[in-house]
């Protein structure tokens, strides 16, 4: 099943009157369960990409499809919903609350989605349980290492239950070892939840992981591999080189 669809994406920004363009037609299909990485040297459109992807940002042209809706058709209140019960998302700088505890932080999102308490109390304590941060439920993000932290961000992310978990630059912050461990949990959480996971990275260790690389130069797609035979084939994506 398709989870991402795009058609034709385009993305210019305007630096005064000039016009610079960061995507430049891109095509690309990614079905549910896949942990894939969007890789490409710092400018060459990927957290673009990525920021399309989770509703955070408009294309200029193209068609965006998100678990089989049309972000294109859909109001703000809509993308709002979408982002909120079908996309987690685990940022670069954790993007924790800071007065918040670990508990509170991974709680608050299934608070928006007006879960009940008891069922929310259970469900937090499980993921934080998965992502091996039990004991530290009533610490806050100051006490807590840099990949405490991102840890935390990635069982946020997976408490609402989400279809696709999109991680921008997500070991960025952190030392080889602690980075190792985050990607080795999120495998694991890809392969035991069935939850489709896409990076945009530039780190080689995250690349290694994953099983689809997806290499954007210059606003185009130069490569997409699918680097694990366990994968169905994939149809193939254009990269709009005429465009």
Do not use: W
Not at 166 to 184: Q, R
């Amino acid at each position: 099943m398709e989870i991402i669809k795009l058609e034709n994406i385009k993305k210019t920004y305007l630096q005064g009157k000039i016009e610079v363009p960061a995507l430049r037609g891109i095509d690309l299909v990614i079905r549910k369960g896949e942990f894939t990485a969007i890789c490409g040297p710092s400018g060459s459109g990927k957290t673009t990409l990525l920021n399309i992807i989770g509703c955070l940002d408009n294309p200029t042209s193209g068609k965006v499809e998100i678990a089989q809706q049309n972000a294109g058709n859909l109001s703000s209140t809509q993308l709002s919903e979408l982002r909120l019960n079908k996309i987690g998302f685990v940022f670069q700088a954790y993007n924790l609350v800071p007065v918040l505890t670990a508990y509170e932080n991974v709680d608050l999102v299934l608070s928006l989605q007006g879960v009940k308490v008891k069922e929310r109390h259970e469900r937090v304590m499980k993921v934080l349980k998965e992502v091996g941060l039990e004991e530290l439920a009533d610490r806050r993000p100051a006490e807590m290492s840099g990949g405490q932290q991102q840890r935390v961000a990635v069982a946020r992310a997976l408490v609402a239950q989400p279809e696709l978990i999109l991680a921008d630059e997500p070991t960025a912050n952190l030392d080889s070892e602690t980075g190792k461990s985050l990607l080795k949990l999120m495998k694991k959480l890809n392969e035991d939840h069935h939850v489709t996971f896409l990076f945009s990275t530039h780190d080689s260790m995250v690349m290694d992981f994953s099983r689809r690389l997806v290499r954007i130069v210059d606003g185009k797609i130069s490569e997409d591999i699918v680097k694990d035979s366990r994968m169905e084939s994939l149809p193939e994506t254009q990269n709009m080189e005429n465009n």
